[in-house]
């Protein structure tokens, strides 16, 4: 699994996205965001790093894990119940809006980065 990459497509971009922002932002939230939406933004954080992804889906996705990445946005990711709807609302439309491009390799990274933070508390089938 990559750790490092470069996303020189946005200058700037790392005062919204970054791969530690990210990361941080996932172990946070864990499981409260819903186990389709955690794949999906793990997915999209693997998809982001292949040489493979075109342009505009990689600033598709660069907008939508910095917008999962901020604290405050349209809802607030403190409430209960609803502060990651959102949030989890744009990770499957881009997961859809990108689904053609997204390969399996992606599927399974995304698979072990939420293995690798998580543990025995994340499980999925491999099928």
Avoid: R
Avoid at 7 to 34: A, R
Avoid at 72 to 93: K, R, W, Y
Avoid at 105 to 118: C, D, N, T, V
Wanted: hydrophobic share 40%; charged share 25%.
């Amino acid at each position: 699994m990559k750790e490092d990459f470069q996303l020189d497509i946005v200058t700037g971009k790392e005062k919204h996205f970054s791969p530690k922002k990210f990361i941080h932002k996932i172990k946070d939230s864990g499981f409260k965001l819903g186990f389709k939406a955690l794949h999906g933004a793990a997915t999209l954080f693997s998809a982001l790093k292949s040489s493979d992804m075109p342009k505009k889906n990689k600033l598709l996705i660069a907008g939508v894990l910095g917008y999962f990445i901020l604290p405050t946005d349209l809802i607030a990711d403190f409430l209960p119940a609803v502060g990651l709807a959102d949030d989890a609302f744009l990770i499957m439309q881009a997961m859809s809006t990108i689904y053609s491009s997204i390969t399996d390799e992606m599927k399974e990274e995304g698979h072990q980065l939420l293995k690798k933070m998580f543990g025995d508390k994340y499980e999925y089938n491999q099928e």
